[in-house]
């Protein structure tokens, strides 16, 4: 059973940076992919970032990428987005997914749909 436990998140101000974390289990850990998602209140939920594992490889959304790291601990098998400089409007609930195959992120960057397992999110406030 594959379950991703998000967490993290809170109230911050302006300016601040927040480490968000997901541990997925029943994945296999040496070779997942890993998405980032957020969705605020009344949008669309709109992908963030995602990371491979096989070769390391990371992706950003446009609008966000300068502000994002995504990385890994492996000892830990959790995967970390750490976001910088936070805005009142990164105000949203983030969620960590995975898909139910082996799809690298430069085939599902951003596309919810090609998802399949979903953390419960992880609630990010950004205080003016």
């Known amino acids: 059973d594959v379950q991703l436990q998000a967490s993290g998140g809170g109230l911050v101000q302006a300016g601040g940076s927040l480490r968000l974390s997901c541990a997925p289990s029943?994945?296999?850990?040496?070779?997942?992919?890993i998405g980032w998602f957020r969705q605020a209140p009344g949008k669309e939920r709109e992908g963030v970032s995602c990371?491979?594992?096989?070769?390391?490889?990371?992706y950003y959304a446009d609008s966000m990428k300068d502000r994002l790291t995504i990385s890994t601990d492996h000892a830990k098998k959790t995967v970390y987005l750490q976001v910088n400089s936070l805005k009142p409007e990164d105000t949203a609930i983030y969620y960590c997914?995975?898909?139910?195959?082996?799809?690298?992120?430069?085939?599902?960057?951003?596309?919810?749909?090609?998802?399949?397992?979903w953390g419960q999110g992880t609630q990010v406030t950004v205080s003016s």
């Open positions: 997914a995975a898909p139910l195959v082996h799809i690298e992120c430069r085939w599902l960057f951003g596309v919810s749909s090609q998802y399949f397992y």
């Open positions: 029943g994945l296999t850990f040496d070779d997942y992919v």
């Open positions: 990371i491979n594992r096989n070769d390391g490889s990371t």
